[in-house]
């Protein structure tokens, strides 16, 4: 081949004084490349010396390389068939995206590849480290989740990476598909028949398709919160990127194969709190339900444990056989959990727990049948109401409260809302009375010398002199201010029972700064004796033991003279007794007790008793309890208990309505299976954070937000302002 640069050099100069002839020859190459060619063998030499004119070509600076180029294939009308084929075959590659485009190769690490310049390539997955071996297709569906194409779903990338990847996939597509439109590309055979179906849905208004899903809810008679739900938001985006086509599954299906498939994936989810069950122990919740139908009631089990919170099964209980239908879904729950791995059962099933308790104890001695720690305390603060010298201002409370209400009625002052206050009814009625009086003080104050009140004084019959004699005095202000200031640390430890938070040493502790708070404040003797007495005589019926046995363990509550409390030490026996049956295992419990208590080894070292108030109770155990394994197994388990169970009480009110109609259609199987999964659903979404979003925590009802967290959420600001109270006194 011998390249006559003669003739290149006039066509060239031809070429410069004819633009317009210059500009048919791009136009003639644009139409020519974007057709097919069958491609044949193009020796070396020729394709990389057009492969550099193509450079050029595609060059905007390069004028002389463009004259170049097609001077030659206008002198030299022979290499023109392999000019052309090198030249698509350059041009395909420039129509490609770019590597940089692919945003999944940041993903995998490529060690290899089949062949130079081919798209298969080894590779291995930064995430998972599965190897595998193909395209960018492959490592897009492998990333994404796709099946079909010859590789696994990456099993290590959550839900919320793999929908920040499908918005790098979307990004990229849409990227590709401007970069076509902008091509200019002709040629494509255009459909003139009737639009398709995806063209039909992409016109419709977001505010049609509002319409359509309000139809749906309306039509099939669902909760609007629903539309709260992330499992609902998550559904609608999932829709949505599949596309028009989507087709839901039958009914068939949803109650048979996507039910199992569902609790399958939930108890792989439970694998991890499974196996820490043996290190820390849990604790059997049971949570009573009221239902609609006379004479029935649900009972819901969980298995509470610092890894989380597990639904096991649900009791449906018929007023003919409770007692037998209990002790028997109770203990198959228990066996399910294994006996070793629980510690205490709590329940607000109030006195039908006295007739259960023995039964279950019987099967299993070494379990605690442990009060509900936030119903206690209530208990408690409503006795304490009743001494002789708290009794009057109370009394006085509920008289003011009483008289103001009926003064509203007639008037246009609004101070006191009629509506039952879900904190008082619930949490100490008798205290939140007197805190809710207090905090309208200064608006009392101004009512009762009011022409207004004086008028409507004038219209009843009953009479209110106490109740002004009350108000405008010192006497019932002042002694209120102190029983406001003595109820404190029960009012700050109702704030922090929390159904995933242990608070076992903290309960006891709790009662000891009662006692503290009340002798600061100068309360006659007598009067405290009475308050010791009635705390002492209520706590063993009211608190489990392990509360005392958790006041010992708990590191920072180390030196509080516990073995010189004789309710401590009293609890503490009772603990040994009911966990170790074997005298001799008892011993070495107490020896090692006896160690901690007179810091011998790893108790004594620096770090450990640095770390008592800055760590963790449990991991404390963990670190510096290992030359005690007993009573650092022991530990462990009970720091690790919850000691609540009616912050619950109202959370699965809305399962009757599930368990009636699904049952009339599944097997009971079945039914067991989807309350399983819904519940447990429920409680996934609660631990990430969306349970005041969620409908699952509301009742069909509309009624307000129940249960731990959402109990929180609509009385967290009441209890501070309660405790704040306390701050300004």
Same mark, same amino acid.
């Given at each position: 081949?011998?390249?006559?640069?003669?003739?290149?050099?006039?066509?060239?100069?031809?070429?410069?004084?004819?633009?317009?002839?210059?500009?048919?020859?791009?136009?003639?190459?644009?139409?020519?490349?974007?057709?097919?060619?069958?491609?044949?063998?193009?020796?070396?030499?020729?394709?990389?010396?057009?492969?550099?004119?193509?450079?050029?070509?595609?060059?905007?600076?390069?004028?002389?390389?463009?004259?170049?180029?097609?001077?030659?294939?206008?002198?030299?009308?022979?290499?023109?068939?392999?000019?052309?084929?090198?030249?698509?075959?350059?041009?395909?590659?420039?129509?490609?995206?770019?590597?940089?485009?692919?945003?999944?190769?940041?993903?995998?690490?490529?060690?290899?590849?089949? !062949?130079?310049?081919?798209?298969?390539?080894?590779?291995?997955?930064?995430?998972?480290?599965?190897?595998?071996?193909?395209?960018?297709?492959? @490592?897009?569906?492998?990333?994404?989740?796709?099946?079909?194409?010859?590789?696994?779903?990456?099993?290590?990338?959550?839900?919320?990476?793999?929908?920040?990847?499908?918005?790098?996939?979307?990004? $990229?597509?849409?990227?590709?598909?401007?970069?076509?439109?902008?091509?200019?590309?002709?040629?494509?055979?255009?459909?003139?028949?009737?639009?398709?179906?995806?063209?039909?849905?992409?016109?419709?208004?977001?505010?049609? @398709?509002?319409?359509?899903?309000?139809?749906?809810?309306?039509?099939?008679?669902?909760?609007?919160?629903?539309?709260?739900?992330?499992?609902?938001?998550?559904?609608?985006?999932?829709?949505?990127?599949?596309?028009?086509?989507?087709?839901?599954?039958?009914?068939?299906?949803?109650?048979?194969?996507?039910?199992?498939?569902?609790?399958?994936?939930?108890?792989?989810?439970?694998?991890?709190?499974?196996?820490?069950?043996?290190?820390?122990?849990?604790?059997?919740?049971?949570?009573?339900?009221?239902?609609?139908?006379?004479?029935?009631?649900?009972?819901?089990?969980?298995?509470?444990?610092?890894?989380?919170?597990?639904?096991?099964?649900?009791?449906?209980?018929?007023?003919?056989?409770?007692?037998?239908?209990?002790?028997?879904?109770?203990?198959?729950?228990?066996?399910?959990?294994?006996?070793?791995?629980?510690?205490?059962?709590?329940?607000?099933?109030?006195?039908?727990?006295?007739?259960?308790?023995?039964?279950?104890?019987?099967?299993?001695?070494?379990?605690?049948?442990?009060?509900?720690?936030?119903?206690?305390?209530?208990?408690?603060?409503?006795?304490?109401?009743?001494?002789?010298?708290?009794?009057?201002?109370?009394?006085?409370?509920?008289?003011?409260?009483?008289?103001?209400?009926?003064?509203?009625?007639?008037?246009?002052?609004?101070?006191?809302?009629?509506?039952? !206050?879900?904190?008082?009814?619930?949490?100490?009625?008798?205290?939140?009375? /007197?805190?809710?009086?207090?905090?309208?003080?200064?608006?009392?104050?101004?009512?009762? /010398?009011?022409?207004?009140?004086?008028?409507?004084?004038?219209?009843?019959?009953? !009479?209110?002199?106490?109740?002004?004699?009350?108000?405008?005095?010192?006497?019932?202000?002042? $002694?209120?201010?102190?029983?406001?200031?003595?109820?404190?640390?029960?009012?700050?430890?109702?704030?922090?029972?929390?159904?995933?938070?242990?608070?076992?040493?903290?309960?006891?502790?709790?009662?000891?700064?009662?006692?503290?708070?009340?002798?600061?404040?100068?309360?006659?003797?007598?009067?405290?004796?009475?308050?010791?007495?009635?705390?002492?005589?209520?706590?063993?019926?009211?608190?489990?033991?392990?509360?005392?046995?958790?006041?010992?363990?708990?590191?920072?509550?180390?030196?509080?003279?516990?073995?010189?409390?004789?309710?401590?030490?009293?609890?503490?026996?009772?603990?040994?007794?009911?966990?170790?049956?074997?005298?001799?295992?008892?011993?070495?419990?107490?020896?090692?007790?006896?160690?901690?208590?007179?810091?011998?080894?790893?108790?004594?070292?620096?770090?450990?008793?640095?770390?008592?108030?800055?760590? !963790?109770?449990?991991?404390?155990?963990?670190?510096?309890?290992?030359?005690?394994?007993?009573?650092?197994?022991?530990?462990?388990?009970?720091?690790?208990?919850?000691?609540?169970?009616?912050?619950?009480?109202?959370?699965?009110?809305?399962?009757?309505?599930?368990?009636? /109609?699904?049952?009339?259609?599944?097997?009971?199987?079945?039914?067991?299976?989807?309350?399983?999964?819904?519940?447990?659903?429920?409680?996934?979404?609660?631990?990430?954070?969306?349970?005041?979003?969620?409908?699952?925590?509301?009742?069909?009802?509309?009624?307000?937000?129940?249960?731990?967290?959402?109990?929180?959420?609509?009385?967290?600001?009441?209890?501070?302002?309660? @405790?704040?109270?306390?701050?300004?006194?």
């Amino acid at each position: 081949m011998v390249i006559r640069f003669e003739k290149i050099n006039r066509n060239i100069i031809k070429l410069q004084n004819q633009p317009h002839i210059l500009t048919s020859i791009k136009e003639f190459w644009k139409e020519v490349l974007y057709t097919k060619v069958l491609l044949c063998y193009v020796p070396k030499q020729v394709l990389t010396l057009v492969k550099g004119l193509w450079k050029l070509l595609l060059c905007s600076q390069a004028e002389n390389g463009i004259l170049l180029c097609f001077s030659f294939v206008l002198i030299d009308i022979d290499l023109f068939p392999f000019f052309l084929v090198h030249s698509l075959w350059y041009f395909s590659l420039q129509s490609m995206p770019s590597e940089s485009d692919k945003w999944g190769w940041k993903h995998v690490s490529v060690f290899g590849g089949f !062949d130079k310049g081919s798209g298969t390539k080894r590779w291995k997955c930064n995430h998972c480290n599965l190897r595998y071996n193909g395209s960018y297709s492959r @490592v897009r569906a492998h990333l994404l989740g796709f099946t079909g194409v010859g590789v696994k779903s990456c099993p290590a990338i959550d839900r919320s990476l793999r929908e920040a990847f499908q918005i790098l996939e979307e990004e $990229r597509v849409a990227q590709k598909k401007k970069r076509t439109s902008g091509s200019g590309k002709t040629g494509k055979r255009i459909r003139t028949s009737k639009p398709s179906v995806t063209c039909v849905w992409k016109t419709i208004a977001k505010e049609d @398709v509002d319409d359509i899903v309000a139809r749906f809810f309306y039509a099939d008679g669902l909760n609007f919160d629903i539309v709260d739900s992330p499992y609902f938001l998550e559904m609608s985006k999932a829709i949505a990127a599949f596309g028009p086509g989507y087709e839901p599954p039958t009914a068939e299906k949803l109650s048979d194969l996507f039910l199992s498939k569902e609790k399958a994936k939930i108890e792989k989810a439970m694998t991890l709190v499974r196996e820490s069950w043996p290190h820390t122990g849990c604790t059997i919740l049971c949570v009573n339900q009221s239902c609609r139908t006379e004479g029935s009631s649900y009972i819901n089990i969980f298995a509470s444990s610092p890894r989380g919170l597990m639904f096991l099964k649900a009791l449906d209980i018929n007023d003919g056989d409770v007692m037998d239908m209990f002790v028997d879904g109770l203990s198959d729950a228990i066996m399910e959990v294994e006996p070793t791995n629980v510690l205490q059962i709590i329940s607000n099933l109030g006195h039908a727990s006295e007739s259960f308790e023995p039964l279950i104890l019987s099967k299993f001695p070494h379990l605690f049948w442990s009060p509900c720690t936030s119903h206690s305390i209530r208990v408690l603060m409503e006795d304490i109401a009743k001494l002789d010298w708290i009794k009057p201002i109370m009394l006085c409370a509920k008289g003011i409260e009483e008289c103001i209400l009926m003064y509203q009625r007639s008037s246009l002052c609004v101070l006191i809302r009629e509506s039952s !206050d879900p904190l008082s009814t619930k949490f100490a009625p008798s205290y939140c009375i /007197v805190e809710r009086i207090f905090k309208l003080k200064q608006a009392l104050l101004g009512v009762v /010398v009011s022409e207004e009140w004086k008028q409507w004084k004038l219209t009843i019959q009953e !009479d209110v002199l106490n109740v002004e004699t009350a108000i405008l005095g010192d006497n019932f202000w002042s $002694r209120a201010c102190l029983l406001l200031q003595f109820f404190e640390p029960f009012v700050r430890l109702l704030t922090t029972l929390h159904i995933e938070k242990s608070v076992m040493g903290d309960v006891f502790n709790w009662r000891v700064q009662a006692l503290e708070a009340v002798k600061s404040k100068g309360v006659d003797n007598i009067l405290l004796n009475q308050l010791e007495s009635l705390i002492e005589s209520k706590w063993d019926m009211l608190f489990s033991p392990l509360h005392a046995s958790g006041y010992i363990f708990n590191p920072k509550y180390f030196g509080k003279g516990q073995s010189k409390d004789k309710t401590v030490m009293r609890g503490w026996k009772a603990t040994l007794d009911r966990y170790e049956s074997d005298s001799a295992a008892r011993r070495v419990l107490r020896e090692q007790l006896s160690s901690y208590w007179r810091l011998e080894g790893s108790f004594g070292e620096e770090d450990a008793v640095d770390c008592r108030d800055k760590m !963790d109770p449990v991991a404390w155990w963990e670190n510096f309890g290992f030359e005690t394994p007993h009573l650092q197994t022991l530990a462990i388990k009970i720091l690790s208990q919850v000691s609540t169970v009616s912050m619950y009480q109202e959370t699965w009110q809305d399962n009757e309505f599930l368990c009636q /109609v699904v049952a009339n259609r599944l097997g009971g199987e079945r039914v067991e299976d989807l309350i399983f999964v819904r519940n447990n659903l429920r409680l996934h979404c609660q631990r990430k954070g969306n349970s005041s979003s969620s409908p699952s925590y509301r009742s069909q009802s509309s009624s307000p937000p129940s249960g731990d967290k959402a109990w929180e959420t609509v009385h967290l600001d009441q209890m501070k302002r309660i @405790v704040n109270i306390h701050n300004i006194l």
